[in-house]
Antibody, heavy 116, light 112 residues
C-alpha cells in the first residue's frame, strides 16, 4: 500500500514537498517512481529512484529536472518528492508507484495546485 | 523520448463482447532481459491506475484471465474478452525500456 501526503496549494515559484508512505512491500528493494496526471498531458512520469542496493540513483523527466528531487528513507519506508520553483503546469494529481519496468502498486494520488 | 500512441481513443462495447486496444511505440520496447518493457493499466473512474499486464503479456496478480496482452517490438494489443461493467474506465499502455518512461494517451472504454 502506498499513501501520499503533503499536497495542496502553492504559488508559482514556491516549493512543496510530497511524501509517500509504503507498506506491504520490501521498500528497500523497490524502485519507486512519481507520476502525475493533468487534464492537458494525461499521465506523465516525473522521475524515479532506484533501490538502495542499485545505488539509489535518480532519473527525471525533462520538465522537472533541476527543480524536483526524489529521495528515499528506507528505515521509515518513505519516499519524498521535493518540488521547487513550481509553475502552473505542475498542477495535477501526483501518484507514487512501486516497480521498475512496471508499476505494480500505485498510491491513491494527491492533488497539487499551483496558482497565484 | 519514446512516443506511445493508442487506438482507438474511445470505445463503446456491448457487455459480453470482446474489446481490443492497440498500442504502438516509436521505438522497439525489447528490453535487454529479452522481454518487452510494455505494461497495461486500467484507471477506473475516481481511482488510481491499476496494473493489468506487464512485460507485454503477463497478467498481474488478481487480474481475470479475460484480459490478455500480446505483441512485440513496437506494436502491442490488449484484448478484453467477455467485457463486464467493471471493465469500464481508461486503459493506458506504458513503456519502461528507457527513461523517460512514457504513457499512451489512454483509451476510454464504456458500455453500450
Amino acid at each position: 500500500q502506498l499513501i501520499e501526503s503533503g499536497g495542496g496549494l502553492g504559488k508559482p515559484g514556491e516549493s512543496l514537498t510530497l511524501s509517500c508512505a509504503a507498506s506491504g512491500l520490501t521498500f528497500s528493494r523497490a524502485w519507486m517512481s512519481w507520476a502525475r496526471q493533468t487534464p492537458g498531458k494525461g499521465l506523465e512520469w516525473i522521475g524515479r529512484i532506484k533501490s538502495t542496493n542499485d545505488g539509489a540513483t535518480t532519473d527525471y523527466a525533462a520538465p522537472v529536472k533541476g527543480r524536483f528531487t526524489i529521495s528515499r528513507d528506507d528505515s521509515n519506508n518513505m519516499l519524498t518528492l521535493q518540488m521547487n520553483s513550481l509553475n502552473n503546469e505542475d498542477t495535477g494529481i501526483y501518484y507514487c508507484a512501486s516497480g521498475g519496468l512496471w508499476f505494480e502498486s500505485w498510491g491513491q494520488g494527491i492533488l497539487v495546485t499551483v496558482s497565484s | 523520448d519514446i512516443v506511445m500512441t493508442q487506438s482507438p481513443l474511445s470505445l463503446a462495447v456491448t457487455p459480453g463482447e470482446t474489446a481490443s486496444i492497440s498500442c504502438r511505440s516509436s521505438q522497439s520496447l525489447l528490453h535487454s532481459y529479452g522481454a518487452s518493457a510494455l505494461a497495461w493499466y486500467l484507471q477506473k473512474p475516481g481511482q488510481s491506475p491499476q496494473l493489468l499486464i506487464f512485460l507485454g503479456s503477463n497478467r498481474a496478480s488478481g487480474v481475470p484471465d479475460r484480459f490478455s496482452g500480446s505483441g512485440s517490438g513496437t506494436h502491442f494489443t490488449l484484448t478484453i474478452n467477455r467485457v463486464e461493467a467493471d471493465d469500464v474506465g481508461v486503459y493506458y499502455c506504458m513503456q519502461a525500456v528507457q527513461t523517460p518512461i512514457t504513457f499512451g494517451p489512454g483509451t476510454k472504454v464504456d458500455l453500450k
